[in-house]
């Protein structure tokens, strides 16, 4: 797919060319990257059909763990706004992500970035946390805990949407302690730099901060 910072374009290409992995692995990555440079992108690419075109790609190509990865971060992006939070989900986004980490299990980046989607679509709403309940995260995201007990990130993510769903109601933690300077320096948001240096090489931790 040529590069383009037009949403609309990208989700055009996503619809058309459905069984490319490439195509929808690309769209997924550039989608998340668009849509984490402001509060105005995260509104157009949803308003243009690209949660539907991220959860339709997600569920084409299950077995595809990059696109899969991209596909969670875009959602968690999205979902840093309160307002798109249901729309996410209504949009089959918590089934998407379960589905991922489900699948997924041995990639401890991937459990994050999933973690981090869910936590952003249930932050505000009972009932969306209810609905990530029943999707049955909890014990995906208890196992990929004691699967990886040395990830930082990982057992942060975790341990916060553990505590949205299951323990008392706290405040999300200071964005300095989820995602410390040398990690991610925007709000509340995945570390993105998972996706830059996932398509290369998947399995290394983040190593840059995006401004």
Known sequence: MKESNDPDFIISMMVEHLSSAEVQRAGCFTLATISSDSDAEKRAVAAGGGIEAVVRAMGAHGSNAVLQQNGCAFLAILAILAENEALVAAKGGIEAVVRAMRANGSRA?????????????????????????????????????????????LQTGGKQLLGKLV????????????????????RACPPLQN?????QTPDRKPARCRS
């Open 109 to 153: 980046s991937l459990q994050q970035q999933g973690c981090v989607a869910l936590t952003n679509i249930a932050f505000s709403d009972p009932r969306l946390q209810a609905q990530v309940r029943e999707a049955g995260a909890v014990p995906l995201v208890e196992k990929a805990l004691t699967s990886f007990p040395g990830d930082a990130d």
């Open 195 to 199: 996706l830059f240096v996932l398509v």
């Open 167 to 186: 323990l008392e109601p706290k405040p999300r933690l200071p964005h300095a302690e989820l995602y410390p300077p040398e990690v991610c320096c925007t």
